[in-house]
């Protein structure tokens, strides 16, 4: 008798139908003006995500790719207002990208992950997903 076990994919229905597994994370963006960003990383694909602008200060900036932060009008990221929440938003993503505008901004991420691995889905805009950069 064989054991041959589906593994999890992106593209099972199940993995998203239950509760995700938490995840939290802290961090500081840098500023818009700067050529860096700060990438969280997921272990797992994401199953949703809730982004908490914590800086009373500066807005900040988010993308699911690095590209994404483009700062020109045709930049596919999503400004959040100062102190404000963005989400919970239901996406499947394994990266996402920060960069404060107008200064260094404070943010919190909250994650509810699946047991699909993140090595089996990348997400660029050159893999046929328009509007991520």
């Given at each position: 008798?064989?054991?041959?076990?589906?593994?999890p994919?992106?593209?099972?229905?199940?993995?998203?139908?239950?509760?995700g597994?938490?995840?939290?994370?802290s961090?500081?963006?840098?500023?818009?003006?700067?050529?860096?960003?700060?990438?969280?990383?997921?272990?797992?694909?994401?199953r949703?995500?809730?982004?908490?602008?914590?800086?009373?200060?500066?807005?900040?900036?988010?993308?699911?790719?690095?590209?994404?932060?483009?700062?020109?009008?045709?930049?596919?990221?999503?400004?959040?207002?100062?102190?404000?929440?963005?989400?919970?938003?239901?996406?499947?993503?394994?990266?996402?990208?920060?960069?404060?505008?107008?200064?260094?901004?404070?943010?919190?991420?909250?994650?509810?992950?699946?047991?699909v691995?993140?090595?089996?889905?990348?997400?660029?805009?050159?893999t046929?997903?328009?509007?991520?950069?």
């Amino acid at each position: 008798m064989s054991l041959n076990n589906p593994i999890p994919d992106v593209n099972h229905s199940s993995n998203y139908l239950i509760s995700g597994i938490p995840f939290v994370t802290s961090s500081q963006a840098p500023t818009v003006s700067g050529l860096t960003n700060q990438r969280v990383h997921f272990p797992l694909v994401t199953r949703h995500i809730t982004v908490v602008n914590e800086d009373a200060n500066f807005a900040l900036r988010m993308a699911f790719t690095q590209n994404g932060l483009s700062t020109t009008a045709a930049g596919n990221h999503v400004n959040i207002p100062k102190a404000s929440v963005f989400g919970p938003i239901e996406v499947r993503c394994t990266d996402l990208f920060f960069q404060g505008v107008g200064g260094a901004a404070k943010f919190g991420v909250v994650a509810g992950l699946t047991v699909v691995k993140d090595s089996t889905w990348v997400v660029t805009g050159s893999t046929g997903f328009p509007g991520v950069g």
